[in-house]
């Protein structure tokens, strides 16, 4: 049954309810990202960024963004985020510590020679952004030598939610499905993002390993219409994919799925084994827009920050669309000292 308003409130129950340090555990890509105003030629040489223009720096990449924005959301206690991810031995990579220490994620990066830290330059000309990454050491996470470690394991044993984008999927499969055994196994909860059309298309494989251990999967409306197409769903009607997104085969059949579609400026649709429930989000201005880039990964850190202190999945939708609607009105994925959300 589709209905078009929200429902009493639901819970997704977890053990603890006393929030304390690394409750909340992301794996993914970290990037550093560099942002600088610049002019239209320098486009074409972008290795003068650094050199020529006031560039700032932050903490970045998919999961990262979206466990720092639930850890500002928390504010206290700090630390509440676990962050793991690859890194290289560089002056870059000394900058990002740097950062997300500022953040209050505690990260624990796998640091490595072979290659440097992964970067994603934000050139802004006027309006417009052009977004240049290099994955680089984000792509050398090994799981033998960072998540298999006891002193690291030990951090993942003490999440009780656990995110991870799906563009790590690319990175370490296996490293997602140790985690995703641990949290089916004690009964936690695992977020999982389609994060980009090319992960259904061409990481069809991999990714379906994985969806039958997450409980909360979330996407945009072209991740789940091209997720929808490899799956052969034969609909584009969004409720009907979250519909049968949520009811795809489950390890674990102790909690029932959830699907939470973003839909930009259009209300954001969430399927539970009961029913499809549409979201308005927050008006805004189209002149107070500043940045969309970041907007999914706010999203779900504020959909986090509340899961993680085990409030219903309306509350974390609201929180969501919260930190969406604050982050959309700055340059990257950054955000005031604290959050105006009750």
Not at 161 to 167: E, K, T
Not at 208 to 225: Q, S
Not at 325 to 341: H, K, L
Request: proline share 4%; glycine share 6%; net charge negative.
């Amino acid at each position: 049954m589709a209905t078009d308003g929200p429902q009493p409130a639901k819970k997704i129950k977890l053990q603890h309810n006393s929030l304390r340090q690394n409750a909340l555990f992301g794996m993914g890509n970290p990037l550093l990202d560099i942002c600088a105003v610049v002019d239209k030629d320098f486009l074409d040489k972008f290795e003068e960024l650094v050199k020529k223009f006031k560039v700032e720096y932050y903490a970045g990449g998919s999961t990262q963004n979206s466990v720092k924005v639930a850890q500002w959301m928390i504010q206290q206690p700090h630390k509440v985020a676990t962050f793991f991810g690859c890194i290289g031995k560089d002056k870059f990579g000394d900058i990002l510590k740097k950062k997300a220490e500022e953040a209050h994620v505690d990260a624990h990066y796998y640091e490595q020679n072979e290659q440097p830290t992964g970067t994603c330059a934000a050139c802004i000309t006027g309006d417009n952004r052009s977004l240049v990454a290099n994955l680089a050491a984000a792509n050398c996470y090994n799981k033998e030598r960072h998540l298999d470690q006891k002193e690291n394991w030990q951090l993942v044993e003490k999440a009780k939610v656990y995110y991870i984008a799906g563009f790590f999927i690319t990175v370490s499969t296996e490293s997602i499905l140790k985690v995703a055994n641990h949290v089916s196994e004690n009964n936690k909860i695992l977020g999982l993002n389609l994060s980009a059309p090319f992960i259904s298309q061409f990481f069809k494989e991999d990714l379906m390993k994985i969806i039958p251990y997450v409980d909360i999967l979330f996407g945009n409306e072209t991740e789940a219409a091209t997720f929808a197409r490899e799956q052969g769903f034969e609909t584009e009607d969004i409720k009907e994919i979250a519909k049968k997104a949520q009811s795809l085969p489950k390890v674990n059949e102790k909690r029932q799925r959830v699907i939470v579609f973003t839909q930009g400026k259009e209300d954001t649709i969430m399927a539970t084994a009961d029913n499809v429930t549409t979201f308005p989000v927050i008006d805004i201005k189209q002149d107070e827009i500043v940045d969309t880039n970041g907007a999914g990964d706010a999203f779900v850190g504020g959909f986090l920050s509340q899961l993680v202190h085990d409030q219903p999945l309306e509350k974390c939708i609201q929180a969501g669309h919260y930190a969406a609607n604050v982050i959309i009105r700055r340059s990257g994925c950054t955000f005031p000292e604290a959050p105006d959300f009750h």
